[in-house]
């Protein structure tokens, strides 16, 4: 043994906790009948203590010296150079989250999320407000202890997406901001709405699971090592390369919903499985900060492949020209009326709304920049929680065209600042753009590649995501990723020219 293998050693068996702990929350979030969830919550309090005291005991930095040591002067970019400074960065990092305040957020969550529920139900932000606000006092001292240069978002937004800061996110969303808005206006002042409501048919659900499944796999998605289940919150989950599971959730007329909603998990489900098995159990696929993004590099650089899937290909016309006669085999009598072009444009309606789980491809980052926006204002002091209804009223009239209501259309409508996590909206939007850079590279390195997709054959994409995105699990930031392919780092510019034309196209106006 080596400094190094003795290190990897250490890692892979913290891989192994933290992947047990991933099924149990898998099996909470698919399986467990509601009368285990106190006893389930002492199993994950007990193997997370369990996770985070071999993560940050003396052993680690133990192994981290000789290791260091032994890997100094080997090249930069080499997994073994990029393991050794991953596991230190994110040691040093751990360390000095406080565990004091993570617990409390932890046990103040659940009550949290009740109040939450009951004050969306009840349209009463008052309730809610004093839990949101202790929910940002901890986020304010996480992100003091973490620790950043120029706004406290950045020791938040890091969890989530390491290259990312408030300044670089506040120039990005401005460039979105300045092409979506004209956009989304040139669209509505166009938009007739469809000959026939093809979502008044019921569709079996049995049938609906096969022909995603159908999809998946011929995307590349391999059942001997997935498997797709329903969860009232979908997701993706991966306990290393060998078992990526997938889930969605089914309604019985909106066909959509798990349709592309499958597509989505297949898309995170492709880059986990895509992994280099030299990396399993390593370093490099390990997610130190327990936060699900398991073999991807970021919550961004992940939902850039579900999206790309989703959206760019599995809501393109090429592939409904190819799919739709398979969906009406399923679905003769429901989709009687529909051609591929119908469904096609079904599928791509632009319709600015209120709730962000239903938006478009267009209003959808509309929708995230005014929850980031809101983020940063209130750790900043810009905002104060008791102005949040009245702060999003206004920006989402002036972002989508819409304003809601009620609270429970608005500020209330997303679960995730009732449990604490602040920073993760924008790796939705970083995905978005992300996706369409990584999409115009592959175009320019694959030969015939459009041909391929018209022909339904996605293993000539797959591979060159693969290759340049997929295999290094955790090795290179989603910044470095794009600089490797697109010579580049995140830029607007492909996802607004990917928007613009097809939208022009499907709402017949010029550029
Ligand atoms: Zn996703």
Known sequence: MSGY?????????????????SILKWDQRTQMPSGGARTRGNQLATLSRIAQEMFIGTTTARLLETAEAEVAGEPSE???VRSVAQTRQYYEIVRRIPMQVIADMAALSPESQLVWERA???DDFALFAPYLQRMLDFNKALADAVGYSDHPYDGLVFEYEPSMTASKLKVLFADLRAGLIPLLGRIVANDTPLPVDLWRHTYDIPKQKAFALEVAQQFGYDLQRGRLDIAPHPFEVSFTREDVRITTRYSDHYLPMALFGSLHETGHALYEQGVDPALTRSALTTDFLGQYAVGGTSYGAHESQSRLWENQIGRSRAFWVQHFPRLHEYFPEQLAEADDELFYRAVNRVQPSLIRVEADEVTYNLHIMLRVEIEMGLLDGTFQVSELPEVWRSKMQEYVGVAPTTDSNGVLQDVHWSGGGFGSFPGYTV????SAQLLAAAHRDVPDLDN??????????LSWLTENVYRHGRAYSA????????GQDLTVGPYMTYLTEKFADLYAFTI
């Open 5 to 21: 293998d003795d290190l990897a050693q250490h890692i892979g068996e913290l891989n192994d906790v933290l992947n047990a702990i």
């Open 78 to 80: 080499s997994y073994r």
């Open 120 to 122: 969306k139900k009840t």
């Open 431 to 434: 995905g978005n753009v992300m």
């Open 452 to 461: 391929a997709l018209a022909g339904a054959d996605y293993a000539p994409l």
């Open 479 to 486: 910044s470095e990723l794009l600089q490797r392919t697109t």
